[in-house]
């Protein structure tokens, strides 16, 4: 069996902000089946720490950036952890990257480059019985494991860093290399030398073996400057090395014919009582059950990424037409003002929740006959994912991963009995208010829609496929050059 070592700084169910705790999560229990054992190493904040199963201690550092710490194993959650108990780190309840104050904690710089100096130090073989061939990193909390595994020199194991979110970089200034342990040589355009200061996720990218990101078309964007956040020329350099890899779902979780929050179960092979859970998802919404026309949903940050500013703006036509919509979602408070102002212009028609509500997201997926999902980019996105999986057909933005996931239901494809959704480009109120006009021709035909939502329900979005390709992937990197 091949030994990967995830290095990460957030997985889902212990602590999460975003994606990359999904995939961090989610990855370790798709691999065993191709062969792959994955184990996981995570900064032990209280929330990790404390649902930590029988941990042991099993590596001492008398001074990690500035104070003492231990390398736990054990179990929480089904995964098989490392966790780097270093309390002057980590041992701060909340969000894993800010104080109270809302701001980045100021030593983020030694508390990141700390996990990813153990995580190279885990992956080499510090700890008796453990070694990595493959030490997989992600986004920039833990790029700097492929630097240090560079400079540290052979025998090293392989890296991988997956890049999730390029928003974030961890690009600091200041005398940084001898307090992180680095040669001189690293403040180089050939190490993590970046407009000057240090690029943690620029080293990464510069020194990791291999870099993945979350959907093919994401990878390709990413090498211009419009999605490139700086970083494109470098990444343009590496694309030889660079792949996409779309993320998946917990299909367990995510499944109509058991999910308890869904009202009337229903799957591929049994669709009819999907159409009995609108009329619900109509009530708690307070949108008016004899509308004839269609239901639009959104589960979404309220953020401009998310492109639904645009939906703000065509939704008045959309209810002109005789179409409803249910949003949830939190954010950007001028977004949050919007919504709810075209809530009370448009009752019967508009319905909004303000939160972040699990139960709820279900139940959009579950009762909606499209998900709108506008975003300006998107290197994976989940929402579509989930929506395919429940048999709402996804209108989205022809960007990133919604690209690669939704099939347009254009004459080709619905000729071939093959689409799935409804694709627009670019991301425009123009073009979102044309694919609005689609939707609703879509909608007039109960055959193609009955299609578009089974087609949908048939894909298969979980994670057999990405750990497949992730193993693939990593069986490549054995040997490293
Ligand atoms: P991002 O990670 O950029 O926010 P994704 O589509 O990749 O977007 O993942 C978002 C995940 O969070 C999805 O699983 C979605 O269902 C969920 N989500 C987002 N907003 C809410 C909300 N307000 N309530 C419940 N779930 C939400």
Not at 103 to 109: L, Q
Request: some cysteine.
């Amino acid at each position: 069996m091949l030994s990967v070592l995830s290095i990460a700084s957030e997985a889902f169910p212990l602590i999460k902000t975003g994606g990359l705790a999904d995939v961090a999560g989610a990855l370790p229990l798709a691999l065993p089946r191709e062969n792959v054992e994955m184990r996981v190493l995570l900064p032990g904040y209280p929330a990790v720490t404390a649902k930590l199963d029988s941990a042991e201690a099993v590596h001492d550092y008398l001074d990690l950036m500035g104070g003492p710490a231990r390398v736990l194993a054990g179990k929480a959650a089904g995964l098989d952890l490392f966790v780097l108990d270093a309390p002057h780190l980590f041992d701060r309840p909340g969000n894993p990257y800010l104080g109270p104050d809302g701001r980045d904690w100021p030593d983020n710089a030694f508390r990141f480059a700390a996990l990813a100096r153990v995580g190279a130090d885990v992956a080499k073989g510090v700890i008796p019985g453990y070694a990595a061939d493959v030490a997989h990193a992600h986004d920039w909390q833990a790029a700097l494991a492929p630097v240090y595994l560079h400079y540290d020199g052979a025998p090293r194991p392989a890296t991988v860093l997956t890049l999730h979110n390029m928003g974030f970089q961890g690009h600091y200034y200041g005398d940084l290399l001898g307090p992180l342990g680095l040669p001189a040589e690293a403040m180089s355009l050939d190490g993590v030398e970046y407009f000057g200061g240090v690029g943690y996720l620029k080293g990464g990218i510069r020194l990791a073996d291999k870099i993945a990101t979350v959907s093919p078309t994401y990878a390709r964007e990413i090498l211009t400057p419009e999605f490139g956040m700086a970083l494109d020329g470098l990444l343009r350099s590496r694309a030889a090395d660079l792949e996409g890899i779309v993320n998946g779902i917990d299909d367990e979780i995510w499944n109509p014919e058991t999910d308890p929050t869904v009202p009337h179960a229903y799957s591929a092979l049994k669709p009819e009582p999907r159409a009995a859970n609108k009329p619900t998802l109509q009530r708690k919404f307070a949108l008016a059950g004899a509308a004839a026309g269609p239901l639009f949903g959104v589960v979404s940050r309220l953020t401009s990424q998310k492109g639904l500013d645009l939906l703000l703006a065509c939704t008045p036509g959309l209810v002109a037409r005789g179409g409803q919509l249910a949003l949830l979602g939190s954010g950007e408070p001028a977004l949050e003002d919007g919504f709810r102002g075209l809530a009370s212009a448009f009752p019967g028609q508009v319905g909004c929740v303000i939160g972040y509500d699990e139960a709820l997201a279900h139940m959009i997926q579950a009762g909606v006959d499209f998900l709108v999902v506008p975003s300006r980019f998107e290197p994976c996105g989940l929402t579509q994912l989930c929506a395919l999986r429940y048999g709402a057909a996804p209108l989205v933005a022809r960007v990133g991963g919604l690209a690669d996931t939704v099939i347009d239901a254009n004459e080709a494809a619905l000729t071939a009995g093959v689409a799935t959704g409804v694709q627009f480009y670019p991301p425009d109120i123009g073009a979102l208010d044309y694919a609005i006009t689609r939707a609703f021709d879509l909608y007039r035909d109960p055959v193609i829609m009955r299609r578009l939502r089974l087609n949908g329900m048939r894909a298969d979005v979980s994670w057999r496929h990405p750990a497949r390709a992730y193993a693939a992937l990593y069986a490549k990197l054995r040997t490293p050059s």
